[in-house]
């Protein structure tokens, strides 16, 4: 005989248990769940669920999973999927924070206010952004999404979607530098941190794909850069291709000619890396945060909100200004289409013309500047 589904607690223990007849035999599980009023609640709600699943002669929570088991699904995509290795980094760091917050219970049992609440923890607790929450809450949802999609009893809607998050602030535009302070940064920049620099504001390239350059990548006498592969900052770990779900797979940057001579003696061998990171013994990202600093404060430039992201930025802010083609600059940054250009730096005009221009303009500023002896 199935039937009499009730609420119990056992001594000793602080959870919520369903005790049940199923097939002739008491059975007696844990939901997971503390006990307290509003769990109690909830619970109650799902007594008929539980009834119904037992007059149709099924275990109630015989399929019951816990959270970890979807979130390992969500990873385990991730990976076959052939996601980054930043992705997945993120995605289980993600993870690891909700199961930290959230506890690892059945996963029908989470509602959205617990999910609002690991929010509202985050943001006033842990001071997290709101980017960074986001961040956080993917892999997450992801995980209720995989439940709904193998049918987990109890789950027919995902609480992430439908929890309230906090307001992304609007972000405003970054300034970019002028190529006069540009040329200042370079100049009292010293090693491998002159090179970097030198690379990520002539060429418009990410700060993962200039560490990942190797000299094989550099065709010198085109003045083109193949992208094809990235260290990842964040992680510090070497990626064997690019991310692609933001920009290109692969693609190649032409640059200024001008700047092979101020990047000085290059490695001979084709595999080893253009900027050299065997020294380095703290975190990359660290290292850029540091050496920016330090190349702000001497050139005597205010930061003025401005990163070393900034680098990019002015690349593209420089190029516009001149007569250089959008959909060269979109192709030049590794960008798959114009819509980030667009939304950076809004209407575009398609009738300029070729990269020249550009290369002109920083040879000129170079030439002018303090360090163009070291051009020539």
């Known amino acids: ?40 609640k909830n619970l109650q709600t799902k007594i008929l669920e539980y009834s119904l699943a037992l007059l149709a002669r099924r275990d109630p929570l015989a399929t019951a999973q816990k959270l970890s088991y979807y979130l390992d699904k969500v990873l385990e995509n991730a990976k076959n ?42 943001v006033i607790e842990q001071k997290k952004s709101k980017r960074t929450i986001s961040t956080y809450l993917a892999p997450l949802s992801l995980a209720f999404d995989e439940a709904i999609k193998h049918k987990e009893v109890g789950v027919d809607r995902n609480p992430v979607k439908l929890a309230t998050r906090p307001i992304r602030e609007k972000e405003t535009k970054m300034k970019p530098f002028t190529l006069d302070e ?3 940064m ?5 090693g491998e941190f002159r090179k970097f620099l030198i690379l990520a504001f002539f060429t418009g390239i990410r700060h993962g794909e200039v560490l990942g350059l190797q000299r094989g990548d550099l065709d010198i006498e085109n003045n083109i850069i193949n992208v094809n592969k990235q260290y ?10 690019l991310k692609t779900h ?9 640059v200024p000619s001008i700047i092979w001579g101020l990047l000085g003696e290059l490695p001979m061998d084709l595999n080893d890396h253009v900027v050299d990171r065997t020294n380095i013994k703290k975190s990359k ?34 190029a516009l200004s001149t007569k250089v083609n959008p959909l060269l600059v979109t192709n030049n940054t590794g960008h798959t289409d114009m819509k980030m250009i667009e939304k950076a730096y809004g209407t575009l005009d398609l009738q300029k013309e070729n990269f020249e221009d550009l290369s002109v303009m920083i040879q000129e500023q170079i030439l002018a500047s303090n360090i163009g002896k070291l051009a020539t």
């Open 81 to 122: 999927r052939g996601k980054s290795s930043s992705t997945q980094a993120t995605y289980t760091s993600g993870a690891k924070k909700a199961l930290k917050i959230l506890g690892d219970y059945p996963i029908a049992d989470y509602t959205t206010s617990q999910i609002e609440s690991m929010i509202d923890e985050m």
């Open 182 to 184: 540009v040329m200042s």
């Open 285 to 318: 990202r660290d290292w850029i945060r540091e050496e920016w600093e330090k190349a702000l404060f001497e050139a005597g430039i205010k930061a003025e909100g401005r990163t070393p992201y900034s680098t990019r930025h002015t690349f593209v802010s420089v």
């Open 232 to 241: 990842n900052i964040t992680f510090d770990q070497e990626d064997a291709r």
């Open 1 to 40: 005989m199935n039937g009499n589904v009730t609420i119990v607690r056992k001594s000793g223990s602080s959870r919520l248990y369903i005790s049940y007849q199923f097939n002739g035999k008491a059975v007696v599980k844990s939901t997971g769940l503390l006990d307290t009023k509003a769990n109690r």
């Open 186 to 190: 370079v100049h009292v920049a010293s």
């Open 246 to 254: 933001k920009h290109k797979a692969a693609y190649s940057s032409k």
